[in-house]
């Protein structure tokens, strides 16, 4: 499977910031994915990152709130912009890796734990 | 609409007995299912996986998982609990992409916190 490293780990920021999350993968991955762990809750999709593409994101989720980039195979940023204690979350990329069609699954980085206050 | 509902929050046992993580999971099709763990300020790991093969699945640690679609379940077991088991586990639900199933949209279980006590 693939190895993600992702960074911060962890950062606490003033509100009205922004911070950008690196994620980098040891392979060439087609797709990167973003999702957000609110505090006690499940995770959820946050966007699709494609390489060369404009990132696909789920409904709730707008681009000028949380920009990506992906500028190539193997590296996405996620921005979380103009934030506000509500932002506080676990922030976690992923890939899907593939071992043989037609199955796949998916490899989580550690997350980014994000305070704002 | 895909839906994943794991039936306890929190799970305790005692070291050396057997877990029982339930969940229970709604798809329009045979969906793929998942199950993660969570340790402590760490990130998720797959457990295994449930993508139309073999109905008993065996995953890492120990864990299966054996799915059962008249049930619509998908219930996570180890035989003896470790301590090394304690975290969240996550059961993940997706519909195969080739029946519309969004790639990477997994939809994921609220999680079950496991306690093990010595």
């Known amino acids: 499977s693939a190895v993600i490293s992702q960074k911060p780990s962890r950062d606490i920021c003033q509100r009205g910031t922004s911070l950008t999350i690196q994620c980098q993968v040891d392979?060439?991955?087609?797709?990167m994915f973003w999702y957000r762990q609110q505090p006690g809750q499940s995770l959820t999709l946050i966007a699709t990152?494609?390489?060369?593409?404009?990132?696909?994101?789920e409904s709730g989720f707008v681009i000028d709130k949380f920009p990506i980039s992906r500028p190539n195979l193997t590296f996405s940023t996620l921005t979380v912009s103009n934030m506000s204690p509500e932002d506080s979350s676990i922030y976690l990329c992923?890939?899907?890796?593939?071992?043989?069609?037609?199955?796949?699954?998916?490899?989580f980085g550690s997350g980014t734990r994000l305070t704002v206050v | 609409a895909q839906s994943v509902t794991q039936l306890d929050s929190h799970v305790s046992v005692s070291e050396g007995t057997p877990v029982l993580l339930r969940c229970n999971y709604s798809?329009?099709?045979?969906?793929?299912l998942f199950w993660y763990v969570q340790h402590p300020n760490k990130g998720l790991q797959l457990l295994l996986k449930?993508?139309?093969?073999?109905?008993l699945v065996k995953g890492i640690n120990g864990f299966e998982a054996e799915f059962k679609k008249s049930e619509t379940s998908f219930h996570l077991t180890k035989p003896s609990a470790h301590m090394s088991d304690a975290a969240e586990y996550f059961c993940?639900?997706?519909?195969?992409?080739?029946?519309?199933?969004?790639?990477?949209?997994?939809?994921f279980g609220k999680g079950t916190k496991l306690s093990v006590k010595p």
């Open positions: 992923s890939v899907d890796y593939r071992q043989g069609a037609p199955t796949y699954g998916y490899t």
């Open positions: 449930y993508t139309s093969a073999a109905t």
């Open positions: 392979s060439q991955v087609t797709m």
């Open positions: 798809s329009s099709y045979s969906p793929s």
């Open positions: 993940v639900v997706s519909d195969p992409i080739e029946y519309g199933g969004s790639q990477g949209n997994l939809i």
């Open positions: 990152a494609n390489q060369g593409s404009e990132a696909t994101y």
